[in-house]
Structures are given as structure tokens and as C-alpha cells.
């Protein structure tokens, strides 16, 4: 369990700069790709607080959470703190959710084109594995 939960600190940057999607205006012009980071560039350039907001989510609390496992499993840091850190794992699960209702919303307008990418499968899957994770060091698993 140990050496799952630190290959996260690995997973979780790649998956920052991983596709997340592809989107274009219309379909005849070329596909941009996004990723956690270059979101999070364009609404730094826009929406302060939203950005700020979103890091937290997409970033912080999700490497965050990693990290003070790790501390509990290496008897670091008290077991007190596992709703902390369940808490955490919670705000990172609302970052997938807010991506996966993005990309909904840009499907049902009509002149933009939306493809999942294989980061967005990455993200997600650094999430569920740091929330089973989280779960198994409860005991609920």
C-alpha cells in the first residue's frame, strides 16, 4: 500500500500536464489540447478566484492528501488525522466531477467539438486510487 500511494506523487503531476481533453471552436480548425495546468492558466488570466479555487481542488488537495498519508503510514503522523485527510479526499473527487460537467456543457453547445484524452482517465484514476487507498487505511476495505 505504501508504494501505491507514493507512485501518486509520481501520477499526480503527469496527470497535470496529461490531456484531459481536446477542443476546438469547429471541426475543421485544429484541436487544442488541455491539461490541469494549461486550465489553470487561462483562468488565472480570467477568473482569479475561480483559479484559486480550482488549484486548490485540482492540485493542493489531492497532493495533499497523498502526502499525509504517506506521514501515516510511516507513523509520522497520528491516526487523528484520517478525517483530514478524508476531507481532502473529498474536494479532489469535486475537481473530477466540476471536468466531467465541463465537458458536458461544451458538448451541448453547438460549434464546439470536445474528445476526451487519456489524462483525464489518469487524473481520475489517481483519485479513486488515493480514495481506496484512504479507505483500506480506515479499515473500510
Same mark, same amino acid.
Given at each position: 500500500?505504501?508504494?501505491?500511494?507514493? $507512485?501518486?506523487?509520481?501520477?499526480?503531476?503527469?496527470?497535470?500536464?496529461?490531456?484531459l481533453?481536446?477542443?476546438?471552436?469547429?471541426?475543421?480548425?485544429?484541436?487544442?489540447?488541455?491539461?490541469?495546468? !494549461?486550465?489553470?492558466?487561462?483562468?488565472?488570466? $480570467?477568473?482569479?478566484?475561480?483559479?484559486?479555487?480550482v488549484?486548490?481542488?485540482?492540485?493542493?488537495?489531492?497532493?495533499?492528501?497523498?502526502?499525509?498519508?504517506?506521514?501515516?503510514?510511516? =507513523?509520522?503522523?497520528?491516526?487523528?488525522?484520517?478525517?483530514?485527510?478524508?476531507?481532502?479526499?473529498?474536494?479532489?473527487?469535486?475537481?473530477?466531477?466540476?471536468?466531467?460537467?465541463?465537458?458536458?456543457?461544451?458538448?451541448g453547445?453547438?460549434?464546439? !467539438?470536445v474528445? !476526451?484524452?487519456?489524462?483525464?482517465?489518469?487524473f !481520475?484514476?489517481?483519485?479513486?486510487? $488515493?480514495?481506496?487507498?484512504?479507505?483500506?487505511?480506515? =479499515?473500510?476495505?
Amino acid at each position: 500500500m505504501r508504494l501505491l500511494n507514493l $507512485s501518486l506523487l509520481i501520477l499526480f503531476p503527469l496527470a497535470w500536464f496529461a490531456p484531459l481533453m481536446r477542443a476546438a471552436l469547429l471541426p475543421v480548425f485544429g484541436m487544442d489540447e488541455i491539461s490541469v495546468i !494549461t486550465g489553470l492558466q487561462a483562468l488565472w488570466g $480570467s477568473d482569479a478566484v475561480l483559479a484559486l479555487l480550482v488549484t486548490f481542488l485540482a492540485v493542493f488537495a489531492p497532493f495533499a492528501k497523498v502526502i499525509g498519508l504517506a506521514l501515516l503510514q510511516f =507513523g509520522i503522523l497520528a491516526p487523528r488525522a484520517l478525517p483530514a485527510l478524508r476531507v481532502l479526499g473529498r474536494l479532489a473527487m469535486a475537481d473530477v466531477f466540476l471536468i466531467a460537467l465541463y465537458i458536458v456543457i461544451a458538448k451541448g453547445a453547438g460549434y464546439v !467539438t470536445v474528445e !476526451t484524452a487519456w489524462g483525464l482517465y489518469l487524473f !481520475t484514476g489517481c483519485v479513486l486510487m $488515493s480514495g481506496i487507498l484512504s479507505l483500506k487505511e480506515e =479499515g473500510h476495505v
